[in-house]
């Protein structure tokens, strides 16, 4: 059983152990519904030459090379690297090289770029923006063979790795030295670290934290012409000129490659645990806020919301439950960890128990029920509550997703204006990340017959909402990225001046633009 926080009795809670904070979740079901479909642009046609001097230069080219020059559709290998996460969009792409080594990349590009063929970089495919598939005949370069871990150097807390390799297998290699990656996503099972990179990925942790920006120390990234830029020296202190490895972080593949990175890696706290609250109306989800900044401090390690309606869809469509039930119209989920290393396991506990207790007494009349997990099973079970409502929102049929960052007042008149433009047609919700200003909005229709629906109201709505984003100073990304769904809008929400120098960096560094074309700009 949760114990429940009431205003007249609180009791000690034991908490135990550490778990994650949910397994890795899989839209490869989803049926299928396509978005984008572009015409490249002046490209070479890839022809078997192409394919013979690729096979040519790379090593074992027997898995290497994976081709339907033909088109026959022969190759069900070729359809996962042509076809997105969310099953939202196909690519048309005929070879996916998979190299092994950081001059194998070079080569590549090297060649790519003087025969001028179009090249769309992927990691473990796991984007929501469609960013990392072709959307037409491109070459797809996939990182998924250069899977090594270089190192850890335990007196900097840096980890040395190459690209591919899935974040799941970061999580359990440094587990070994008491650290973790800086970052964590429901996608941890499949994404890959250079993907991560690539896109900026945010999640859960990035309160905490920080960003990839903040926590990457260095990078190998291979520029369109082949040329390696080669900046894993590591060094935390280097002060000398342009830090270019910012460029390619959350460049999404339009520069160049990032194939190597290393990474500042925070301590495993030495315990935690969560609780969820349940809030009547959003000024005291944002009291709630300031109470756990405010007391908690460093201690705060996450904090989340998700509104009714997202409750319901988790309810509607997955086995998870709330266990404070679904009548309330906001829900938070606050972890605290304790990183002293030197408490024994009941001294941790404590000093946890007494955290959530402080914690309680701030703001045991604003909350309307509380209750605090007792075991890992019970502190999944409530990371599941928010964590699995993407599963929910695509069960319930095709879904607009979007990542804003919004000033945190503008949260509730944002969501109720989606919800009046969507009406009926579309159930609403809104959770995500209220510790950094990121709210998630997905808005599903029911099934996933009705396409020729789905695209009109998508018409109506994006247009609209991502103006209104604009209009509120927000950003029309927080965590996901641009990709190609969100590439007509881009322009839209950053300065003139701001595009302008970021497409003068492209023509510097991609100047036939090979690189993941109609990504980030459309
Ligand atoms: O699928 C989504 O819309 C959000 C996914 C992820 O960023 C999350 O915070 O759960
Ligand atoms: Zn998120």
């Known amino acids: 059983m949760f114990r429940h926080y009431k205003a007249s009795s609180l009791l000690r809670q034991t908490l135990v152990g550490r778990t994650s904070v949910s397994s890795s979740l899989n839209c490869a079901s989803a049926p299928q519904i396509i978005l984008v479909h572009s015409q490249n642009r002046s490209y070479s046609k890839l022809n078997q030459d192409d394919v013979n001097h690729f096979k040519g230069i790379l090593n074992k080219p027997e898995v290497a090379v994976i081709e339907d020059l033909e088109g026959t559709g022969s190759s069900s290998e070729l359809s996962g690297y042509n076809t997105d996460w969310l099953n939202k969009l196909k690519g048309n792409s005929k070879l996916a090289l998979r190299p092994s080594s950081t001059e194998e990349v070079s080569q ?49 807390s840096i980890l040395k790795t190459q690209a591919g390799v899935v974040l799941e297998k970061l999580i359990e290699y440094l587990e070994q030295f008491g650290y973790m990656p800086p970052v964590d996503l429901g996608a941890r099972g499949s994404c890959h670290i250079g993907g991560n990179l690539a896109t900026n990925a945010g999640g859960i942790k990035l309160l905490k934290y920080n960003s990839l920006h903040a926590n990457t120390i260095g990078l190998t990234a291979v520029l369109p012409d082949g040329t390696i830029l080669d900046n894993m020296r590591a060094l935390r202190k280097d002060n000398t000129g342009y830090h270019l490895k910012h460029l390619f972080i959350g460049s999404e593949g ?9 990474i500042l890696c925070p301590k495993i706290p030495a315990a935690h645990n969560v609780a969820l609250f349940a809030l009547d109306n959003f000024d005291k989800v944002e009291e709630v806020l300031r109470a756990s900044k405010d007391y908690l401090s460093e201690n705060l390690t996450a904090i989340e919301f998700f509104d009714s309606e997202s409750n319901n869809i988790l309810k509607d469509h997955t086995k998870h439950r709330n266990p404070l039930g679904y009548s309330h119209n906001y829900y938070m989920v606050v972890e605290v960890s304790n990183f002293d290393n030197t408490s024994t396991a009941e001294e941790n506990t404590k000093i946890i128990e007494d955290k959530f207790f402080g914690l309680f007494e701030k703001i045991s009349t604003v909350i309307e029920d509380g209750v605090i997990a007792q075991d890992s099973s019970q502190r999944e079970a409530i990371w599941n509550c928010r964590e699995r409502i993407v599963e929910g929102f695509f069960k319930e049929g095709m879904t607009f997703k979007y990542d804003f960052s919004l000033p945190i007042d503008k949260f509730p008149v944002f969501l109720d204006k989606i919800r009046d433009k969507l009406g009926d047609h579309a159930r ?29 109201l998508q018409k109506e709505l994006e247009p609209w909402v991502f103006s209104l984003v604009e209009d509120y100073e927000g950003s ?10 969100k590439a007509p809008y881009f322009e839209l929400n950053k300065s003139n001046k701001m595009v302008s120098v970021m497409k003068q960096i492209k023509g510097v560094l991609d100047p036939n633009g090979i690189m993941n074309p109609h990504k980030l700009f459309d």
């Open 476 to 485: 029309i990304s927080a965590e996901h990225g641009i990709g190609s769904f």
């Open 428 to 456: 609403t919700g809104g959770y995500g990340h209220i510790g950094d200003g990121n709210i998630h909005v997905n808005a599903s229709i029911k099934g996933y017959d009705n396409l020729k629906l789905f695209k009109e």
């Open 108 to 156: 590549i590009l090297k060649y790519c770029n003087s025969r001028q063929l179009a090249v769309v970089p992927q990691g473990g495919n796991t984007g929501l923006v469609g960013g990392s598939v072709p959307l037409d005949d491109e070459i797809v370069l996939s990182l998924n063979r250069m899977n090594n871990i270089i190192g850890f150097d335990k007196n900097y």
């Open 254 to 262: 339009t520069l160049g490659v990032i194939t190597e990175a290393a």
